[in-house]
């Protein structure tokens, strides 16, 4: 081999070693230091007083073509994600169209610093009209009322869904 191919092969594994050291570094300083919060701006929110915002006018019935006197059989619509027990209580994330993810890395909607979640633990989703929980394969399990989630299961307003230490519910 000549001179320069060895001075290359020399440099190449001085820089995969620098590398390794470094992710080591890295790994390192996010045990210690846990995981870094970002502020994301809007999403969730502690609920403290009613303002201006969450004080809508509701439709007249003209324009929702509701009759007077008429019984709705269809169930009241969830319009927020609320937090029960756990460290979060009383933290309330409005819905929309897209899903909530719960867990404890930083790119879920919902993350809940708790030792008994996934860094994915689930997600909560909309299909056709009706909100659905679903399990992604976490450790510990995800649980509505007392029965383990394990496929896509319909939730229904005021159903609580118990993850870690962590109780959340659909409610209008």
Request: overall charge positive.
């Amino acid at each position: 081999m000549s001179q320069l191919s060895v001075t290359l092969l020399r440099v190449g594994f001085l820089v995969l070693l620098w590398t390794l050291v470094l992710a080591a570094i890295g790994v390192l300083r996010s045990d210690l230091y846990g995981t870094r919060v970002t502020s994301r701006g809007r999403g969730l929110r502690r609920r403290r007083t009613p303002t201006r915002a969450t004080s809508r006018a509701t439709p007249s019935r003209s324009t929702t073509g509701v009759r007077a006197g008429a019984v709705s059989t269809h169930a009241p619509a969830a319009a927020h994600l609320t937090i029960t027990t756990g460290p979060l209580k009383g933290t309330t994330l409005p819905l929309g169209d897209t899903p909530i993810l719960i867990g404890r890395a930083s790119t879920c909607t919902v993350v809940i610093e708790d030792d008994y979640l996934s860094a994915r633990h689930c997600r909560i989703f909309p299909e056709n009209g009706q909100w659905f929980v679903e399990d992604l394969g976490s450790t510990n399990g995800t649980y509505l009322g007392n029965q383990k989630v394990e496929d896509p299961v319909p939730l229904a307003v005021a159903e609580r869904v118990r993850i870690g230490a962590t109780t959340v519910e659909l409610r209008s």
